[in-house]
């Protein structure tokens, strides 16, 4: 079993940065991908960026330039660092873990980000 536990969410103005972060506990597979993922209020849930065990990094379009995602593979934690936030960004932040070999995905419980305008 694996556990996630978001944080660091909050309420930014336009233009300001927040940090969040996720700390995993349990087996953690070696090879993984973690991520972030985020739901607005009528809306699917959506990719925001995701860091395999390596560090390969990927991001979802809206974001790309201003979001940086990271990891701490020994303090088993995954980091998105947000900046230029727009009210559009304005959604619950959840985690995810993926073992590459699994069967199972975890998700976090989230956290909430409102960026004002």
């Known amino acids: 079993q694996v556990q996630l536990v978001e944080s660091g969410g909050g309420l930014v103005q336009a233009g300001g940065s927040l940090r969040l972060s996720c700390a995993a506990s349990?087996?953690?597979?070696?090879?993984?991908?973690m991520g972030w993922y985020r739901q607005a209020p009528g809306k699917q849930r959506e990719l925001v960026a995701t860091?395999?065990?390596?560090?390969?990094?990927n991001y979802g379009d809206s974001v790309k330039g201003r979001f940086t995602i990271s990891r701490d593979n020994a303090k088993k934690m995954v980091y998105l660092q947000m900046n230029s936030l727009k009210p559009e960004d304005t959604a619950v932040y959840y985690c995810?873990?993926?073992?590459?070999?699994?069967?199972?995905?975890?998700w976090g419980q989230g956290t909430q980000v409102t960026v004002s305008s």
């Open positions: 349990g087996s953690i597979a070696g090879i993984n991908v």
């Open positions: 860091i395999t065990s390596g560090g390969t990094t």
């Open positions: 995810k873990y993926a073992p590459v070999l699994g069967k199972y995905d975890y």
